[in-house]
């Protein structure tokens, strides 16, 4: 299934009631402010484990 969710004023988020298993999170870079831009096209791959905490970062980078 899809998901979506959005971040706090410092860019966290969380999805509650994740399954156990392998997951790929996708940013959406149309929210993101100009200039910045995405790492990986904002794509991150992760697994959960059960009974577990799972923390991502996601790049975003600011051209000079």
Excluded: M, Y
């Excluded at 899809?2 to 969380?14: E, I, L, Y």
């Excluded at 994740?18 to 870079?29: D, Q």
């Excluded at 100009?34 to 799972?54: H, I, K, Y």
């Amino acid at each position: 299934g899809r998901f979506s969710v959005q971040t706090d004023p410092s860019g966290r988020f969380a999805f509650p009631a994740a399954a156990t298993g392998h997951h790929i999170v996708t940013v959406v870079s149309d929210n993101l402010p100009l200039p910045w831009a995405l790492t990986n096209e904002g794509r991150t791959e992760f697994d959960v484990s059960t009974r577990q905490r799972t923390q991502l970062t996601i790049g975003a980078r600011r051209p000079r």
